[in-house]
């Protein structure tokens, strides 16, 4: 069956850099759309990063120019690389897998919550200012 095993998150000060990854299993990795979302404290789960199957990615405004996704279909993982951490990033973080290649057919698609199949059990990310 379809797994999602993410790690990596931690505790770091702020402008600090993390990097999760999420091994996935069960599913040939390259025919699919994966991401990156987040729930923090007191507020609803939204999209942070996505990559399409060809690793086109696309990204939250509030994470442009320092988060980057990518991935090894090869190591059937995803990766999120996150730098200049901000307490505003605090969260617990999720891989999840959206159905087909593509993670969407406009922008407004991209980072939607309810299009997605599958999630991992989430890994936490706390910044501290």
């Known amino acids: 069956q379809v797994r999602l095993v993410e790690s990596g998150g931690g505790s770091v000060q702020s402008g600090g850099s993390l990097r999760l990854s999420c091994v996935a299993s069960?599913?040939?990795?390259?025919?699919?759309?994966l991401g990156w979302f987040r729930r923090a404290p007191g507020k609803e789960l939204q999209g942070v990063a996505v990559s399409s199957a060809d690793g086109s990615p696309y990204y939250a405004d509030s994470v442009k120019g320092r988060f980057t996704v990518s991935r090894d279909n090869n190591k059937s993982t995803l990766y999120l690389q996150m730098n200049s951490l901000e307490p505003e990033d605090t969260a617990m973080y999720y891989c999840?897998?959206?159905?087909?290649?593509?993670?969407?057919?406009?922008?407004?698609?991209?980072?939607?919550?309810?299009?997605?199949?599958?999630w991992g059990q989430g890994t936490q990310v706390t910044v501290s200012s």
């Open positions: 069960g599913f040939s990795v390259s025919e699919y759309c």
């Open positions: 999840a897998q959206k159905p087909g290649r593509l993670c969407g057919w406009t922008v407004f698609e991209y980072l939607r919550v309810q299009d997605v199949t599958y």
